[in-house]
């Protein structure tokens, strides 16, 4: 088993970080190195979604965050806020190279698909899922 995959929700509070968690944690039981990427965290630190995954793998390896925000808003908004504006094309080559370093990397998505991620607000979940090329598991409420 070796890949990349994203993990992206309908919404905020859905259950990514622990489907993130438990494929991480499953993969690395079979012998890959499965590595979560968490390309923009906001609400940090209370809200620690690599934290999480690492905790529930036993090893600070399993997860990577990119980007983090202290306010619990979109990406976006978060990092205009803060004075720190995200570039989509640094996002997502940096994405790409957390990728190029895992055996298999899970990102995981912030919010729900059309949260915007970047200063250009065309730029959202789904374009970082598409330009990345890998297929999208999507978590949603039953």
Do not use: W
Request: hydrophobic letters at 45%.
């Amino acid at each position: 088993m070796s890949g990349h995959l994203a993990v992206v929700g309908t919404d905020t509070g859905i259950g990514k970080t622990v489907v993130t968690a438990a494929l991480v944690a499953r993969v690395r039981e079979r012998g890959v190195g499965a590595r979560a990427i968490k390309p923009a965290q906001t609400g940090y630190p209370e809200d620690d979604d690599a934290a999480f995954v690492s905790e529930a793998c036993g090893e600070s390896t399993a997860a990577k965050r990119l980007r983090t925000f202290g306010e619990p808003l979109a990406p976006a908004v978060a990092a205009r806020r803060a004075d720190e504006p995200i570039s989509y094309d640094s996002l997502l080559a940096d994405t790409r190279a957390a990728l190029d370093e895992s055996e298999m990397g899970i990102v995981e998505g912030a919010g729900g698909l059309r949260v915007p991620l970047s200063n250009d607000p065309r730029k959202d979940i789904v374009d970082l899922v598409a330009d990345l090329d890998v297929p999208a598991l999507v978590v949603a409420r039953s």
